[in-house]
């Protein structure tokens, strides 16, 4: 994989000129992408390189892989579906104009399920073909874990840019919920929507996010002292499978080792109702957000997406309320799971990436971070018999994005 | 003024055909837009009465404007700027599509001040084609107050629909926060940009609001017993007019006179702070809400626009966090201003609307509310001398929309 830092470094020092850096980008695209599928669009390469040659600040010489869900000036976006196919969005999605003007260049638009949604789009897994690279911002996750590009963009509603991450063995960072603007991207779900970052390594989508935010977020908050864990095995713990189950307890005995000090953390009752609640807080409000798509074009979606939709407009807006009251409640309550640690340690999936290319695997870990908000970053914790990674993930209290980022830095750092 | 109720009732009695209703709006807006200037585009005659011909639900025969903040489908979508001279929008906003779900024909787009910020546009004050209507939603007041259509929409980040009702003399609902969803509209701010409603009375916007969102709003709280009303003359007292703080005092007369429980409730210190906080919040999500637009069309933007967002990206992100601690605070004090009362009273703005047109008068006694998510409705509590109105506002707890719209009914009708 190309990393994020070492491409900074390289820069720095003078051995490699942005242009050149974002040049072996496109390369990489293209001998690659045909296999793999991450790519919805690759923008012009006279054009990129140019943009690249002029490019200046801290992500200068970083090519950018964008999910199809973000609006681009100069790009065609058409969130997964054939309803906005040569879509021409006349201005940028924030975070997209704020990664450039760090400095980064757009290279492309990376696939993302229809409405970034359940249904599988056709991306292959770099590290397997035959085993989905999870979803819903698949081709980012692939983009980067098959060595294309350095850095991603995608989005998280339930578990969209952890799984993915997990699935294809690359760091995923969803930030604390609005820590990063979602202006200017499809809505499906709005207080659940969460803009994320693909990369090579925990410090590499601190650098990109850090960058793009200009927040310091850098994984220096444990170099001094081990950081507390909590082990959060979470109230979905049986659907995790034997092989996650080992790798979460042989990352945290790793941890224990080099010191940290491991403790156990149940979970507490709101937060298993909080996990129940998020679907129909996400159909109730995704039948809104494409009220008008769902009058006009339901012939033109999914029968899982329609279903989705159909019992959001069927939901009555009282129980839609009270599911919010959950929300709310778990929130207030997840605070009080760091007083006595650092970080949680928890899976980001049940299992390595499924093998076939109709589901792009389960979002059941990682939905209840989004409707709480915390920040999460996925590390790899150990690979199964095929080879295939292990994805468990750093969890920290909301708004601290450094703990989480510097927890997966610090666990990555044992291997 | 047209009443949405009167129209509602008129079509179930069979003395009127939806059709017909809506073309009475077409012929309103023939007859008077040209002195006022609230339309930015009106739809095709015929499309829109073989539409109204068709249309079923609740709102059916009732003509809605559409401030052109809002994406619509079938009308081209401006955002009040040059930049976005001739877009097309491929699907609704969430509003407009529930809007038309529940029967409702959206006859035209409303003039919106650019990017629904501070600059006038041009529409005028019907009342009195010297004095502004208030803004940002200057075309949706103006619309309905000059009798064009029963119903318009709008949004409020600051005062964009509490100011230019009260300027109007028509009702102007503004809801909690995100009980309406904001999918489909130009963001400026996301943590303040709030959908609104603006038609005759409390008893119309009430029935608007009810249909489009399924929600309980109908305004018979007070039926039984009068509200107990806590009047708020606010931190701002200062810059409410003579006439306007004599206008509040005699409505809250009358209340008293018809029964209400009238006591003062002063400003706690919390609630002053997050009035200040207000701007720095704006203009900092708003920086990054339009990074692209600043970044590439910043000489098609007013100085005052240019300005604001410099100043927002100017803003070190711990300001902001700092801006937003604060307004969590006083959304969580908001709830104490309500042990004892149903609703508060305080003015809508500094006084009625201001002579010129160069402003579009000030949003000091809205944005408060706005930066809080508490619902609030504008009446006409007296007028000047000139004979413009003077309004005042209903404010509720947050989620009480049904109690704000009520008392302002049951203000209404002690004239």
Known sequence: MQSVTAIRHAIEAGERTPKEAVGAALNGIAAADAGVGA??????????????????????????????????????????????????????????AMLRRAGATIVGKTVTTPYAFLDPAGTRNP?????????????SAAAVAAGMVPA???TQTGGSVIRPAAFCGVSGYKPSFRLVPTVGF????????????????????????????????AVDAFEDSAPRIGLYRSGAWNEASRDMQEALAAVAERAANAGARVTDIAEPAE???AREAHSLIQNFEAALALSDEFDRFADRMSAKLVEALQSGRNTPPEQYDQARRIARRARTISHSLFEEVDILLTPSAPDAAPEGLESTGSPIFAKLWTLTGNPCVNLTAGYNAAGLPLGVQTVAAFGRDAAALSGAHWLERLH
Chains 1, 2 share one sequence.
């Open 39 to 96: 790519f919805e669009h690759v923008g012009d390469r006279d054009v990129i390189l140019a943009t690249a040659g002029r490019s200046k600040g801290p992500l200068a010489g970083i090519a950018v892989g964008v999910k199809d869900i973000f609006d681009t000036h100069d790009m065609p976006t058409g969130y997964g579906t054939p309803i906005y196919a040569g879509h021409k969005p006349r201005t940028d999605a924030a975070v997209v």
């Open 127 to 139: 590290l397997n073909q035959h085993h989905t690279p999870g979803g819903s911002s698949s081709g």
């Open 152 to 154: 991603a963009i995608g």
């Open 186 to 217: 499809k809505t499906f779900s709005w207080t659940l929507d969460t803009v994320g970052f693909f990369a090579a390594k925990a410090a590499d989508v601190a650098a990109l996010a850090g960058a793009a935010t200009g927040r310091a977020l």
């Open 271 to 273: 937060l298993s109702a």
